[in-house]
Structures are given as structure tokens and as C-alpha cells.
């Protein structure tokens, strides 16, 4: 966005909307990366080989507008139908379309306040009205908050970003609760030591599971998500699908995301390689003094209880490391960081040992 505010050439609304701000990109090299949760490791080997097969002569002719191979892998992964699989470009366009397609009812949705900053977003796109329900004190969802009449609920679990995840049985429990809304599970960082409510899909007609191939198979260049459901579900998706775009994912997605979702031995390694890290680096931000959350995903959730996240963060950028904070009330004391590979989880904590010594507690935005 440039700072244009709005112009008569725009359809009604379009001046009122309150877009997304992803993470910063930058455009040079030498960062070290810790602010958009990718995966610090490479694509699986045979994904990319995927990839460049399928730079052919072939790419003149459309792709395969439903993705039958890639739904069958993914069906075939979970134990499910085709039928129970719907394909998106990036699980953040399955998302779009599950609120459009499943989330405008009467009532307004549910969803934790101190979540994915897209939900709002994509309210404020389609009109679904929506209520926030605070997390407890120790920025968990309780349940039972879920328990009044709704249009619909969103969870991402584990939940971003505070990485907590609730356990199945919980889960179980406000489904049993909710039998007549739809309650979306997006399980974007579930690979990294969360129970997917997968298993859960043959009980309750009313879930829909969302993962993204963004994560924990290091391909968000690619853009590929899904969603899983019954297919009462799936069917409204596909119908907004087919009313935007009826190609969403390309053939080199396609033949990409495949491969990836069949590579197990290489996903368990590079998730395996992230919650080791994780846990490393938890325990040395203890040492200097920092308090994290618990966390099932690939970033961690932390606070200094003398240094103000915001300096940390500039000083930290000064050194060319990234993180992410969150200028919101609740959280505006919190760094998120990402899990990079060892040697980037070893290079932050070798800024921060410099930082905190220098950095002025009682006026933390002074430089150092
Ligand atoms: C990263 C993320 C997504 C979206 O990922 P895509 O890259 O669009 O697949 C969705 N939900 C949450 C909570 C995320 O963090």
C-alpha cells in the first residue's frame, strides 16, 4: 500500500477494507529470518525435481482444474476420500473461501482475540459478523468460552501466535458442542507437536481441518494448502472456488505438492530438526532471563520482563536478524521468532547475550 486513501474509480467498500500485512520480505541477502514462520530447511529434494519435470512444453495447456492427482496423495495420506479433500492456492485462499462458502450466517463467529490476524480481515471482506473471545491469562483457549450460540468458530491450533496447543480431547468437546456451526481447525503449525483433529472428521459433519504445505513442508514459494472435511463441506468450497478462480494452483504446484506430501522420511527429518531447535533455544532464552510460552509450533512466543519487545526487535535488526512482534494490547510485550536451523538459533542467542547487557531496561527504545 502506497498511502493513497481512496479514489471515485473504487467500487463501494474497497476504502473501508483493512487488509493483511504480512511479514517484512526483504530484498537483500544476509538476514537471518525469523519472522515469518517458513521452514528454515530446503523443499524435499524429489518435490523440487518434481518442479523442474514439470517445465515442459506442457505448461502451454491449463492445469488439471481439480487437482485430482495431488487430492488423491492427500487422500490417500489421511485415509479419506477425494471428496473429503478441497485444494487452494495457499491454505490463506482455503481459508478466504471457507469463510465466504461456510462463516455468513446470522450470528456472528467465533475466535480467539489474541489470533491469526487474517480472521478479521476476511470478516471485513465478506460482512461475517464476529466476536472475540478473550484467551485466559495464560494466553490459552478455554472451551467452554465457545459454549454460547455462534455462526461458526475458527481455531488455529496450535494457535498463532502463542504456539499453545489444545489437546484432541478438548477439541472433541467443542465440537460435541457445536454440532450446528462449522468449526474450522487451522492446523497450519500442527506438525510440530500438535494432535490434528484429523481423526476427528468421519465423527462430526460440522469440522473442517486447514493445513498449509507452508510450513512443515518448506514450500510456501509454491503456494498450496487444503482443506479436509466431510464433503457437504468440501462442496461449498469448491463452489466459491469455481466462482473465482477456477485454476488456483498451477502445474508446477501441483506436481510440486504431490511429491511433497508422498516424501514422509524428509518431512519427519526437517520437522524433528525444528521442534529440536525449538526446545534448544527455549532453554537458552531462559538463561537470559526471557519467559516462553509453551509452544507446539515452529516460532516461539517470548517475553523479557525488562526489556520492551519493540527495542529488542530494533536492536536485533541492527545485527540483521528478523522477528516479528505485534503492536496489539495483550501481546505488544512479546517477540515472536521463528525457529531457524541451529546455527541461526545460536546466532540470535549470540545478539541477544550482546544486547541485553547494553540495552537501557528503564528506556528501552534508546539506542545502544
Ligand atoms: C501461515 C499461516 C497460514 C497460511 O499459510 P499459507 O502460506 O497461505 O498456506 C494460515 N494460518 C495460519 C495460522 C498461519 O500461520
New binding site residues.
Partial sequence: MNGIKTSPFWSTGIDQLKAYVPGEQPQTDGWVKLNT?ECPYPPSLRALQAIRDGVNEKLRLYPDPNGTALKGAIATHFGLGADQVFLGN????V?GHAFMGLLKHALPILYPDIS?S?YPVWCGLYGIDYTQVPLTAGFEVDVADYKVPNGGIVL?NPN?PTGIALPLSQLRELLEHNRGSVVII?E??VDFGAESAVKLIPDFENLLV?H????SRAL?GL???YALGHPVLIEALARVKDSFNSYPLDRLALAGAQVAIEDNTYFEKITQAVIHSRDWLTTELARLGFETLPSSANFIFTRHPLHSAAGLLARLRDKKILVRYFAKPRIDDHLRISIGTQPECEALVAALQHILPLHNATNPEASV
Avoid: C, H, W
Avoid at 495457499?90 to 485462499?93: L, M, R
Fill in positions: 514462520n495457499g491454505s490463506d485462499e481459508l491469526y487474517f488455529p498463532a487451522d497450519a503449525y486447514v498449509t504445505l507452508s510450513k510456501a503456494r498450496v494448502g
